[in-house]
C-alpha cells in the first residue's frame, strides 16, 4: 500500500469513497465460477504507482497483477525470487558490488513484445538522481522544481550508491555496479517496463505497434538513455508521470497505456465502482494462473454494505476497513464465508507540518512552520492534545478488544523491542497522566503563545487533512480529535476532502493522518519516510536524514540497528512532527469456494499469490 516511499517502501493505506456497486456478478455455483471480485473501500487514480500523489493501496493492487519482475515476498514474508521471469547473480563484492540481472529468452509483454535488458534500464532512470542531473531531466533533490520523471525511487540507497548501469551485447541482462554492498540490494535492483510503448506514445502514437516496430521503438529508448537524449527522455518523463494517471478505461483508452507483463492486463475502469482485469494472453512472466480469468475490484466504501455484499456472493473477497458492525454482520454469514484474523503491518499516523514538501513552490506558512521552539512547542502542545486513547476505546476496541495505543514508529506492540523501544525513546511525554492532564499540558504551551488561550478559545486556526466524506471511521476520527483539541485552544477545520491524497503535500493543511502499509521489509524500515527528501510535509532534520542515510547503505549489526532506531525515534519526539495511534485491526473475509488464499502481513496482503486461487 506503497506509500512506496523512495528509501523504505511504504505503501498509503487509503480509505476513500465512490458510489455503492452491487450486483456486479451474480451468484454462481462454483463450478463454473472464473471470475473474483474484491471490495475495496479505495477508488482506482492510476496505472503508475510510483509518483507521490498515486502510491495508493488499489493502485498498487492492480499492478502487482498486472506486472511481475524478479521477486516478490510470501506470507511468511520471505524474498522469493521468480525465477520464471529472470535470474540475478552477484559477481563480486569488492572493490565494487556488482550484480547482473538477467531477462529469461522468450518473455512477453502483453502486446506480444520480447522483454529485454532495455525494459531494465529505465529503472535507473526514475531511481538515479545522478542519471537524472547528467540527462539534464532536474535534480530531484531541488527544493523549487520536480525533475522530468516525477518519481518516488530517488534519493534512496540505490541512488546513494550505484556507479553505473552496463547492458550485455544481446540486450538480455543488465550489470549495475555499486560502490560498496548494501542490505537491501535485492529489492533495490531494476523492474521491467513497456519501454518501446513509451517511447510509441512520446511520438504520438496511439495504437498497438507490430512486434518488428516495437523492437525498433525499444532500440529508439536505448539510444535516448546511452546518449542522455534530454528532449525523447524529457517527452518520456511526462508520458509517465502524468498519462497514466487515468480514472476510466475504456474503447477510447490508449491501449498503449495498458501494456502488462503480469497475469493480467485492465481491461476497463469505470470511475470511482471497479477496475476489471482479464487474463493477459501473451503472460509467460511468473506463476501460471490455477483457473481465474478476470479480477473485479469493486468500490464500496460501506463496510456494512460490503459485508453484505459477501453474503449475498456478489463479491468474494472483503478486505475494506473493518467496523464492528461488518465485524458482526461478517459472523452472521456462517460457512459460506471464511473469516480470518490477520497481522497487518499497518498503522494509522498523524502528522503536523513543519514546512514546503521538497519540490514545490509555495511555502508553508502556519503555525508549526520550522524549528523554533514556538514551532516545537506548537506541535508538542498538537500532539498532547491528540485523543489517542479516545479513538483507541472507540473506533478500534469494538473491532479488537485487545488493541493499544502504538508509541512506537517502526515496532508495532507484539514485537519482542517495543517495550524496550518505548521506555528509552522520550514517548512517555505522551502517554504520561490522563488525557485531561495530557490536554491541560497543551494548553499551557499554547498559552506561552496565545496568552488568552482557553478551552475553546480557539486561538491557534488549523486546518486537517484526513479522508473523503463517506469515510465514517475516519470521519469519526477527526470528530473526536476536533472536540479534545479544542480543550486546548486549537480551532480545527475537518472537512473532508475528495481525492485528498493528492493533497498530502499541500501546505493549506497543517495536520493529517492517515495509514502507512510496508511493502517490504527494508534495513531503514519505517524511517525513510522521514528523510528531508521524501516526506510530504517539510520536514527536514539534518541528523534524521544521517541517521536513514546509515540504514540504507550500511552493513549493520541488530545491536546497531535498534540504536539507530531508537535515536530516530527520539528525534522525532523532539521535534513532534508525527505520532503513531493504532496498528490497523485486520479482518479478511472471502467466499468459502474459493481456494488457495493465504494472506501475508505485508502489502498487497491475500493478493501475494493470486495464482493459486481457483474456485
Known sequence: ???????????????????????????????TRTTVVIVDSNVFTSLNTSTPDTNLVLNGNVSY????????????????????????????????????????KGRLWSDGTPITGVDLLLSNVISSDAYSIAAGLGDPAAEDKKPAFDSLGYGGSYSKLIKDVSIAPDRMSVVLTYSKYFPDWEIAGPGPAPVHALVAMALGEKKLGTPAHNVALKSKFLNAYNSKDKVLLGKIGKIWSNDY?????????????????????????VKDQRVTLKLNPNYNSGQPTSGIEKVVFTTIPDPTAAAQALANKEVDFYEAIATADSVAALKKIGSAVTVEGTTMATYEH?????????????DYTGPFDGMSQKAKDLRTAW????????????????????????????YFPSEPNYAKMIAASGMSKFTAGTQADRTAAALALVKKYYPSAAAGSGSVKLTMLWGSPSNTRRSAEAALVKAEVAKAGFDVTTTPTSGWSSFLGDPKFDVQFYAWSKEALTQAGNF??????DNQTGYNNPEMDAIIDRLETEVLSASQIYDLYLAAEKILVEDAVTIPIFQWPGVIAYNSDLKGVNPSPLSPSFLWNFWDWHF
Not at 246 to 251: E, G, R
Not at 350 to 362: F, I, L, N, Y
Open 528 to 533: 525513510g519516510s522521514f528523510k528531508s527528501t
Open 1 to 31: 500500500m506503497k506509500k512506496w516511499n523512495r528509501g523504505a517502501k511504504v505503501a498509503l493505506a487509503v480509505a476513500t469513497t465512490a458510489g455503492l456497486v452491487i450486483g456486479v456478478l451474480s451468484p454462481a455455483t462454483a463450478a
Open 65 to 104: 497483477l498486472t506486472s511481475a519482475g524478479f521477486n516478490y515476498y510470501n506470507d511468511k514474508p520471505e524474498l522469493v525470487r521468480n525465477t520464471t521471469f529472470g535470474s540475478y547473480t552477484i559477481l563480486s563484492k569488492t572493490p565494487t558490488f556488482k550484480v547482473k540481472y538477467t531477462v529469461n
Open 350 to 362: 498523524a502528522e503536523v507540518r513543519s514546512g514546503k514538501e521538497q519540490g514545490t513552490k509555495v
Open 245 to 269: 494517471n487515468v480514472t476510466s478505461v475504456d474503447a477510447k483508452t490508449n491501449p498503449l497505456l495498458l501494456i502488462s507483463n503480469g497475469a493480467y492486463i485492465v481491461d476497463n475502469i
Open 383 to 410: 500532539l498532547l492534545a491528540y485523543p489517542r486513547q479516545e479513538i483507541i476505546d472507540k473506533i478500534v476496541k469494538p473491532v479488537n478488544p485487545k488493541a493499544v495505543v502504538m508509541n512506537s514508529h517502526q
